[in-house]
């Protein structure tokens, strides 16, 4: 990750990193102009995601499975089973 000065725009260094929290990190930083020498502090966020976390889409998938009624749990089993009828005579 590249930070840059927030005066001069020079590329800065980081020299600290505090993690408050998983999504939240403080980014200390100095900049190695020796005319600016500019130190700061910049906030580092989680935004969103954009593709789940293969790791936690197993979680996901059985989560919504027991959300579902009865009949719908029966309609996604007909389902996976005409998927599997497709790809083996594909
Ligand atoms: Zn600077």
Sequence with gaps: MRIYCTVCGGK????KRNELTK???????VCPDPECAHSFAM????S???KPSGKVVEQLMLE???DMSNAQQTDFFALLGREADRRVSA
């Design 64 to 66: 919504r499975f027991a």
């Design 23 to 29: 999504d939240f990190v403080k980014i200390y930083c």
């Design 43 to 46: 906030d580092l966020t989680f």
């Design 12 to 15: 800065a260094l980081i020299r």
């Design 48 to 50: 969103h995601t954009l």
